[in-house]
């Protein structure tokens, strides 16, 4: 059975011959298309990626190392954005035993490194020699396929912890910015085809960014961006098996620096003291100001001697000049000496003249408090600020001393007696 020859398929030497009115219409249009080509305005497209992104890397640690860090409690985000000299002098630890030298995290990388903006938080621009959009939308709207009036997309690489064998440990460390991730222009001689364009991007453990564009097959050299840091994730993984694995998650090591504990209420805050005429008596925690380099309100530490901040388990005294300090009025070396809190409201009716604790008003249905003695709804709060004169006076007034039967009070109440006791 032989094909017709006005039919398809056509073998290569069966297709049919152009008439001559057909050869002139083909001839026709292709001059017509090298016509506009001559007749268009060589342009400059500038292509422009905005949004959320940063710089992302993937390499693999060794068991020993990972051991080491969790037996030694190692802070990945301190280590990536710290020095050498403050991991080994002040934190004792061995770099060779690190997944990363100090400050070099990107270097840990082996699997993959890529910077660009993310796929699901960014904005595509073109722009005109004139400046005139041509085309803007949101990354994760652009379905791709190089049709239909969009970009076409391209996986360049793809790593994920799972694709390593069990055992293996994987480091992930990621710096998160904000801003411009790519520039780029194109140089046409012919109108511009979005569909010509196509942006390409790495996949590392389930985060696309894109890193590269081309157009018509050809490269667009990205002339850079301006980003800012926002945060950093540092984190490593054992691989048990494709879809699961163990996360590195080290408890905060106790490097023995003394507790903070609670600051102090206002009723039992001693006045702030001239620290040139005054020194603490005890150590521990107190409210200082100091100046160095500008004036500093915060919490220090004094060690019998002079105030300072740990850090890594090492004291630095403060760099400059104490000007004043404050802590408790009373001896915080057991807390059964804590004086009995005094009253901390009193009635806004002066003919009521009821005074006490905001625990013993009455609340309603609607969260307002009410005076226990006539019901009233407002009320002035009792002010024990030692540096001001009604602070001081209100002290003088209301405050007690402590009371050792009060304290033994304390005590009992907070062991209460099991039924062994009771039997004795």
Same mark, same amino acid.
């Given at each position: ?217 050809? &490269?667009?050299?990205? @002339? $850079?961006?301006?980003?800012? #840091? %926002? ?6 993984? !054992? /691989?048990?098996? *494709? ?59 004094? &060690?019998?001697?002079? @105030? $300072?901040?740990?850090?890594? #388990? %090492? ?6 000049? !104490? /000007?004043?300090? *404050? ?59 030692? &540096? ?37």
């Amino acid at each position: 059975m032989t094909t017709p020859m006005a039919q398809w398929p056509f073998s290569p030497g069966e297709a049919p011959a152009l008439t001559a009115e057909e050869l002139e219409a083909h001839t026709l249009a292709e001059q017509q298309k090298l016509i506009e080509v001559l007749k268009f305005t060589p342009r400059t497209y500038k292509i422009s990626m905005w949004g959320y992104g940063g710089e992302k890397v993937m390499g693999t640690v060794t068991r020993e190392i990972y051991d080491y860090c969790l037996e030694n409690c190692v802070d990945l985000s301190e280590i990536a954005w710290g020095d050498e000299d403050t991991a080994q002098e002040e934190m004792g630890l061995d770099l060779d035993m690190l997944p990363f030298p100090p400050g070099s995290w990107y270097e840990c990388d082996d699997m993959a490194h890529t910077n660009g903006v993310s796929r699901n938080a960014g904005t595509l621009q073109i722009e005109d020699e004139n400046g005139n959009v041509v085309f803007e939308k949101s990354l994760d709207s652009i379905v791709g396929g190089g049709c239909d009036g969009e970009p076409d997309w391209s996986c360049n690489d793809e790593t994920w912890i799972g694709s390593k064998p069990a055992g293996t440990v994987v480091f992930i460390g990621t710096s998160n910015e904000k801003g411009t991730f790519f520039e780029g222009e194109i140089e046409l001689t012919q109108p511009f085809n979005i569909e010509k364009l196509t942006l390409g991007y790495d996949e590392i453990d389930g985060e696309e960014l894109i890193n590269s564009v081309t157009y018509d097959g050809e &490269d667009i050299d990205n @002339f $850079g961006g301006s980003t800012d #840091g %926002k945060s950093s994730d540092f984190g490593m993984y !054992v /691989v048990i098996d *494709s879809n699961t694995w163990e996360t590195y998650n080290p408890e905060e090591k106790d490097w023995g620096h003394p507790p903070y504990g609670t600051s102090p209420s206002t009723w039992e805050k001693s006045e702030t003291f001239k620290f040139s005429k005054v020194k603490p008596t005890l150590p521990g925690y107190y409210s200082c100001t100091w100046k160095h380099f500008g004036t500093t309100y915060g919490s220090a530490y004094w &060690d019998g001697t002079q @105030f $300072g901040e740990w850090e890594h #388990g %090492k004291f630095n005294p403060i760099a400059g000049e !104490v /000007v004043s300090w *404050s802590g408790y009025n009373w001896d915080t070396s057991s807390w059964v000496n804590q004086p009995p809190e005094p009253v901390d409201a009193q009635c806004s009716d002066k003919k009521c003249g009821w005074t006490g604790m905001r625990s013993d008003m009455r609340e309603d249905d609607d969260y307002n408090s009410h005076c226990p003695s006539c019901d009233g709804t407002e009320f002035e709060w009792i002010d024990y600020d030692p &540096d001001t004169k009604e602070g001081r006076a209100n002290r003088k007034k209301y405050c007690k001393e402590w009371d050792p039967v009060g304290s033994l009070d304390k005590i009992i109440k907070a062991f209460p007696a099991t039924e062994l006791d009771k039997n004795v």
